[in-house]
């Protein structure tokens, strides 16, 4: 019996297959060229792949710290025949690279406390010549508080709306971690991002605006539930909080 060989799928039909949603597709433009770039919690290894072929990136590195992911990014990156130029390594977020390895780090798809805890335990493995690309999902302040304490500079931040959800991203260098926050106050600029709150676009605006709704409707419900002095310091923190979001809004 022949067995007739499955014949190779063309690059061009890669890349032309490997569709990737908006939000990774943004990281992956900000990638300065031929780069090495480590994609940390790198699930399905979707962001590399799709960097590789389409040559934003020379090389990369895929990080997962979970079985199912690793496994699934190994056959991604196998399927699409790029064991060459990807490595895909299981480990604790920057754990998996040596010093000086990548010239560029993504992670994306996380929330903000976790991508600045991954940060925050692996800077020893950081030159501060790495550019960083990070999309939480949630909660960006403390990927801002992080960067600033650290002497990064916000060089760019994208606000964008995909599926019903919102996504941010950050993108920093080594540098002045001042530079972004001038003519605005720390609070909102951390709150928001120096970026976004210059520009205001529509996300940004729905964004907020829901978040000074639900805020709002929170500070109500805990003011007429209140019956003594008990509340009186959640609901000084609640109106403080809403007076941000006004600012951060622009109707302070
Ligand atoms: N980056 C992809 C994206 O944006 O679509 C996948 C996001 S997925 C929601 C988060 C992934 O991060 C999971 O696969 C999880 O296993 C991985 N992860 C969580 N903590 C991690 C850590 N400390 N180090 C490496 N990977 C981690």
């Known amino acids: 019996m022949i067995v007739k060989e499955k014949e190779p799928e063309k690059s061009c039909d890669i890349v032309n297959e490997m569709k990737l949603s908006k939000r ?5 433009e ?3 060229s031929d780069a090495a770039v480590a994609d940390i919690g790198s699930d399905h290894a979707y962001l590399p792949c799709y960097a590789v072929l389409n040559k934003l990136a020379s090389r990369a590195i895929a990080g997962e710290i979970t079985d199912g992911p690793y496994l699934s990014a190994k056959q991604q990156v196998e399927k699409l025949n790029l064991s060459a130029q990807i490595s895909v390594r299981k480990g604790d977020g920057l754990s998996v690279i040596e010093k000086g ?3 560029a780090i993504t992670i994306a798809g996380m929330g903000g406390a976790l991508i600045a805890h991954i940060l925050e335990s692996g800077k020893t493995k950081l030159t501060g010549r790495e550019r960083l690309i990070l999309q939480p999902n949630i909660h ?6 992080w960067l600033y304490r ?4 916000l060089i760019d931040e994208v606000i964008l709306e995909e599926d019903g959800k919102c996504y941010e991203i950050l993108v920093a260098e ?3 971690p001042n530079a972004p926050y001038q003519h605005m106050t720390m609070a909102a600029g951390m709150l928001a991002g120096p970026f976004l709150l210059k520009e205001k676009n529509e996300v940004f605006i729905k964004k907020w605006s829901q978040e000074l709704k639900h805020t709002e409707h929170i500070y109500e419900q ?3 539930a209140a019956k003594d002095g008990q509340s009186h310091e959640k609901l000084a923190e609640l109106k403080e909080r809403i007076a941000l979001l006004k600012e951060v809004i622009g109707h302070a």
């Open 150 to 153: 650290e002497g990064f500079e």
């Open 101 to 103: 390895e990548a010239d």
């Open 222 to 224: 805990i003011s007429s």
């Open 140 to 145: 960006a302040v403390h990927i801002r508080e």
């Open 174 to 176: 080594a540098g002045d």
């Open 24 to 28: 990774l597709q943004t990281v992956a």
């Open 30 to 32: 900000y990638i300065p």
